[in-house]
């Protein structure tokens, strides 16, 4: 069964996005309820082995990333993927403008994803950024930022697709964050399958004697130590 927009938004919509909003003030990263179904993660997963599917493979050992790979989708975009991206879209755009806000930076993000990748790809922006990732035994991810250009918007989602403690041990998503004149504080989450994992694509906002700082952020994975795992990233800003 193809998953619509109507489907995704309903799904997206079974989260407490109160509670959300405050882990990410909290952790620069939460979870969300179930965005898919096992069958749904089985599909996107066997998508891998298309490659027609993707207009880029990265091997991560070959760029010192870690180890495994990752392909970007092109821009026609498997329905689950679609739907999900526009779905979440105007449900991170509060947390965004308000983060923005903290901050005092600019919130170029208009009310539509269809208008605000208009502007990526104005600006030069206009390749896919929505990645499907695969790790076997031994495989892991450097921490990074995923930030392509100029036009960032800074929250993204991962989805796990296979079963944590089943199909794979290890390979927990990792987030560092580099705290104001303070020890650096990591968090460790095992996906769930099918549940997304909203986190900051660079940093969040941080309460300080003097108002609001910029709590630098890096996320990546670490060591799969048996099984396969593969997740998919969705990020709502195109690569240059």
């Not at 991170?92 to 600019?106: E, K, N, Y």
């Not at 605000?116 to 076997?136: F, K, M, N, P, T």
Request: glycine fraction near 8%; hydrophobic fraction near 40%; charged fraction near 25%.
């Amino acid at each position: 069964m193809t998953l619509t927009t109507d489907r995704a938004v309903r799904r997206v919509a079974d989260t407490d996005w109160a509670a959300l909003t405050e882990e990410l003030d909290v952790h620069g990263c939460a979870p969300t309820a179930r965005l898919l179904t096992p069958a749904e993660c089985r599909g996107l997963a066997a998508l891998y082995e298309k490659p027609e599917l993707f207009r880029t493979t990265v091997d991560m050992a070959r760029h010192r990333f870690g180890s495994g790979q990752y392909r970007y989708f092109t821009h026609e975009l498997p329905d689950a993927v679609a739907a999900l991206r526009a779905a979440l879209y105007p449900r991170l755009l509060p947390v965004a403008r308000d983060w923005a806000a903290r901050l005092g930076r600019p919130a170029p993000w208009p009310d539509t994803l269809d208008e605000w990748l208009e502007r990526c790809h104005a600006a030069g922006q206009d390749r896919s950024a929505q990645i499907l990732l695969r790790y076997g035994e031994g495989d892991w991810n450097a921490l990074h930022r995923d930030v392509f250009g100029e036009m960032v918007f800074p929250l993204q989602v991962v989805v796990g697709l296979d079963a944590y403690g089943t199909d794979y041990t290890g390979g927990e998503f990792l987030m560092l964050e580099q705290r104001p004149r303070a020890q650096s504080r990591g968090t460790a989450t095992a996906l769930r399958q099918g549940h997304g994992l909203v986190f900051t694509t660079r940093d969040h906002p941080v309460r300080t004697r003097r108002g609001w700082s910029a709590g630098p952020m890096r996320h990546g994975v670490s060591v799969v130590r048996s099984g396969s795992r593969h997740a998919l990233g969705i990020v709502f800003h195109d690569a240059s």
